[in-house]
């Protein structure tokens, strides 16, 4: 931490609360399990264990095993040692509560550790009792606690029946507020009969919104009904590459953001934020560098490969006489030739194949006609997740972004990782780039504070009703313009 100023003197210098949209609590396995298995069986406590091992098993293995395997080098020491307090805090969600102030941190969202791969079992039925053991579990732990944490729902998206199954037993059972939705489900097996540890090489993943399997928008309904807003914390180190195994780093940088990147993209192109206006998805950990870049390559591509951009490129315009002309003055025999030999050149229209798509339009389930319609489908429903430290956090306040567009970018402490040895350091890191001119007061306040309640609080204006923040949040609510559902 450069800063010499501690959280709680930040903190006093604002005229505004500090919202955490993203810690993490690390729960202690052994226990953890044994009370799932009070509560939910043994089928959840036996799959949570199991589910728990893979990164054990991963380094217990040598480097050229790993990569004989295809599997890549996990963390090691990824719990804190030196700073033995910080360590109970993340495994104690009452210690947590209590060191709030001296952290800097008004209210808290809070993500789970363990549990963050517990939507990723393979098992339907395995998944689906885990996650629902999970869930009991964590809501008895953050017990009494909610004016100023509130911890996250694990949500298996395998399907969308078992995703509705489990947002409605936790938003009308457990009170639950936050739903952390699954992804990388497994999708297309390429080959059968292949070793384990290569299986997950030979599919694709469920992107929720264009060539899948399912109809996801029930799904993006129910949240609507029960005021949820999606947010994923998708991973995707271990895979393609990002599958080095002997460095945990390589792997694990940017790994975030490309899951992110994946579903964002996938939600977009196949029309979930024209269709669902008022829903609000969040991508955590990842940053908003990634976010505002994605922002510009679409409206690029969507000039190019729209309807409009796509049919300046039709075979059926090409001028075949004049392309003849100026071969035969500028070209060489040989090409002249070919066009003699093929009676034409290029290939006739018949021969320009278009992959069986319905409509040559990749936008097409955007419907955009105005360019409103950018910050409409993608800046305004979209919140990405920042870590203190990340420079590019002055990417979503900057004037590059397309139309001057400001993308919401919301702090996520990620207390209780690696990522942050310390946990009196994020509040601090944060507000240098207020320190060093190059965000503003009103940016600071819209990254640790407004955003966060415009992301959860229009999606269900009761959230921050009793917590700490309550006022101050009633005011940003009141001042955010309502968006419209679509018609249905």
């Keep these: 931490m450069s800063s010499h100023r501690s959280p709680s003197e930040v903190r006093a210098g604002l005229k505004h609360p500090i919202i955490d949209a993203d810690g993490h609590w690390i729960e202690y396995n052994p226990v953890f399990a044994e009370r799932m298995r009070k509560l939910a069986g043994d089928k959840a406590a036996d799959g949570f264990l199991a589910s728990q091992r893979r990164i054990p098993d991963a380094l217990k293995l040598s480097i050229a095993e790993r990569k004989q395997r295809g599997i890549a080098m996990e963390g090691y020491w990824t719990r804190q040692?030196?700073?033995?307090?910080?360590?109970?805090?993340?495994?104690?969600?009452?210690?947590?509560?209590?060191?709030?102030?001296?952290?800097?941190?008004?209210?808290?969202?809070?993500?789970?550790?363990?549990?963050?791969?517990?939507?990723?079992?393979?098992?339907?039925?395995?998944?689906?009792?885990?996650?629902?053991?999970?869930?009991?579990?964590t809501a008895e732990y953050f017990d009494k606690l909610g004016d100023r944490l509130t911890p996250a729902a694990v949500i298996p998206m395998f399907t969308p029946e078992e995703a509705i199954e489990e947002l409605e037993f936790c938003v009308?059972?457990?009170?639950?507020?936050?739903?952390?939705?699954?992804?990388?489900?497994?999708?297309?097996?390429?080959?059968?009969?292949?070793?384990?540890?290569?299986?997950?090489?030979?599919?694709?993943?469920?992107?929720?919104?264009?060539?899948?399997?399912?109809?996801?928008?029930?799904?993006?309904?129910?949240?609507?009904?029960?005021?949820?807003a999606p947010t994923f914390h998708a991973g995707g180190r271990g895979f393609g590459l990002r599958n080095s195994p002997s460095n945990f780093t390589y792997n694990h940088i940017g790994h975030f953001a490309a899951a992110g990147h994946a579903i964002a993209k996938g939600?977009?192109?196949?029309?979930?934020?024209?269709?669902?206006?008022?829903?609000?998805?969040?991508?955590?950990?990842?940053?908003?560098?990634?976010?505002?870049?994605?922002?510009?390559?679409?409206?690029?591509?969507?000039?190019?490969?729209?309807?409009?951009?796509?049919?300046?490129?039709?075979?059926?315009?090409?001028?075949?006489?004049?392309?003849?002309?100026?071969?035969?003055?500028?070209?060489?025999?040989?090409?002249?030739?070919?066009?003699?030999?093929?009676?034409?050149?290029?290939?006739?229209?018949e021969d320009e194949p278009t992959g069986g798509v319905p409509v040559l339009d990749d936008f097409a389930a955007c419907n955009i006609t105005r360019k409103e319609d950018w910050v409409d489908l993608y800046a305004r429903p979209y919140f990405f997740g920042c870590e203190a430290d990340d420079r590019m956090n002055v990417t979503a306040f900057g004037r590059a972004n397309p139309f001057g567009a400001?993308?919401?970018?919301?702090?996520?402490?990620?207390?209780?990782?690696?990522?942050?040895?310390?946990?009196?350091?994020?509040?601090?890191?944060?507000?240098?780039?207020?320190?060093?001119?190059?965000?503003?007061?009103?940016?600071?306040?819209?990254?640790?504070?407004?955003?966060?309640?415009?992301?959860?609080?229009?999606?269900?204006?009761?959230?921050?009703?009793?917590?700490?923040?309550?006022?101050?949040?009633?005011?940003?609510?009141?001042?955010?313009?309502?968006?419209?559902?679509?018609?249905?």
Excluded at 419 to 445: C, K, Q, S
């Design 81 to 137: 040692t030196t700073n033995t307090r910080d360590r109970a805090t993340a495994m104690l969600p009452r210690l947590l509560y209590d060191r709030l102030d001296e952290l800097g941190i008004d209210f808290g969202i809070i993500y789970p550790t363990a549990g963050l791969s517990v939507p990723r079992i393979a098992d339907d039925a395995t998944r689906r009792a885990v996650c629902r053991g999970f869930n009991l579990v």
């Design 172 to 228: 009308k059972q457990l009170g639950t507020k936050v739903a952390m939705f699954g992804n990388a489900a497994r999708r297309m097996a390429k080959a059968k009969d292949i070793d384990s540890d290569l299986s997950r090489h030979t599919v694709t993943y469920e992107r929720f919104g264009i060539d899948s399997d399912h109809d996801y928008d029930p799904v993006w309904q129910k949240c609507r009904e029960l005021g949820i």
């Design 267 to 349: 939600l977009f192109l196949g029309g979930v934020t024209r269709r669902f206006p008022d829903i609000n998805f969040a991508f955590l950990e990842g940053g908003v560098g990634w976010g505002c870049q994605l922002f510009a390559d679409l409206i690029e591509h969507w000039e190019r490969r729209g309807a409009k951009g796509i049919a300046y490129m039709d075979p059926k315009k090409l001028d075949r006489k004049l392309l003849r002309s100026l071969v035969e003055k500028y070209g060489h025999s040989d090409m002249a030739a070919e066009l003699d030999k093929r009676d034409g050149w290029p290939a006739r229209d």
């Design 406 to 488: 400001r993308i919401n970018a919301v702090f996520s402490s990620d207390i209780g990782h690696f990522d942050v040895p310390d946990m009196l350091n994020p509040v601090p890191e944060a507000h240098e780039l207020v320190e060093d001119g190059l965000i503003t007061d009103g940016d600071f306040r819209d990254f640790t504070f407004a955003n966060a309640v415009r992301l959860w609080g229009t999606q269900n204006p009761h959230f921050f009703e009793g917590t700490r923040v309550a006022k101050e949040a009633a005011a940003v609510l009141a001042a955010t313009a309502p968006v419209r559902a679509a018609a249905e």
